[in-house]
T-cell receptor, first 115, second 110 residues
Framework: DQQVKQNSPSLSVQEGRISILNCDYT??????FLWYKKYPAEGPTFLIS?????DKNEDGRFTVFLNKSAKHLSLHIVPSQPGDSAVYFC??????????????FGSGTQLTVLP | NAGVTQTPKFRVLKTGQSMTLLCAQD?????MYWYRQDPGMGLRLIHY???????AKGEVPDGYNVSRLKKQNFLLGLESAAPSQTSVYFC?????????FGPGTRLTVL
């Protein structure tokens, strides 16, 4: 049973437009969420995170939104750039509160930003 | 500051052979992890360690063993490789706020 789901395997957007990547989770005990970016032949790179006490967190072009009642989070990238083309994983934390110690990952979404 | 490094980058094994993957981190993190990633799937936790001399099972531990003899190193062993263990293996270490990953080892078992 997948506790963290990314239902869109792929997404294509035009350069300069907004990219919205979605993630749903089923475990109501998750309280800390992260997004990772992964280029081919490299390890995942930490992008941004959000605690369950917040509903929004921004870092430059990246914003993560959390809707606890819907058990849904999304990553917005504005404006999208060709260098953003990568696989994006969402991850949720269980166990130690507010910590990245134990993570459950989604299956990833391949984002392609078209020039 | 190299972060998390993994050795080797690629390896091909025959069924039944053994090997050890080495992970090293220079960030003085207590927590370290081994994951595998298969096509169309997220990262699945194999084993993890909360400190030197300790290890614990993750989601998919069967067929693997680990050791954490030094704080900076975390070893993943395959005693008798099987084709089902063909995968990309990632090591990570963790602060409270995020896990940081190595570049991965691509393993093929024929």
């Amino acid at each position: 049973d997948q506790q963290v789901k990314q239902n869109s395997p792929s997404l294509s957007v035009q350069e300069g437009r907004i990219s919205i990547l979605n993630c749903d989770y089923t475990n109501s005990m998750f309280d800390y969420f992260l997004w990772y970016k992964k280029y081919p032949a490299e390890g995942p790179t930490f992008l941004i995170s959000i605690s369950s006490i917040k509903d929004k967190n921004e870092d430059g072009r990246f914003t993560v939104f959390l809707n606890k009642s819907a058990k849904h989070l999304s990553l917005h990238i504005v404006p999208s750039q060709p260098g953003d083309s990568a696989v994006y994983f969402c991850a949720a934390s269980s166990g130690e509160w507010g910590s990245a110690r134990q993570l459950t990952f989604g299956s990833g979404t391949q984002l392609t930003v078209l020039p | 500051n190299a972060g998390v490094t993994q050795t080797p980058k690629f390896r091909v094994l025959k069924t039944g052979q053994s090997m050890t993957l080495l992970c090293a981190q220079d960030m003085n993190h207590e927590y370290m992890y081994w994951y595998r990633q298969d096509p169309g799937m997220g990262l699945r936790l194999i084993h993890y360690s909360v400190g030197e001399g300790t290890t614990a099972k993750g989601e998919v531990p069967d067929g693997y063993n680990v050791s954490r003899l030094k704080k900076q190193n975390f070893l993943l062993g395959l005693e008798s490789a099987a084709p089902s263990q063909t995968s990309v293996y990632f090591c990570a270490s963790s602060t409270r706020l995020a896990q940081f990953f190595g570049p991965g080892t691509r393993l093929t078992v024929l």
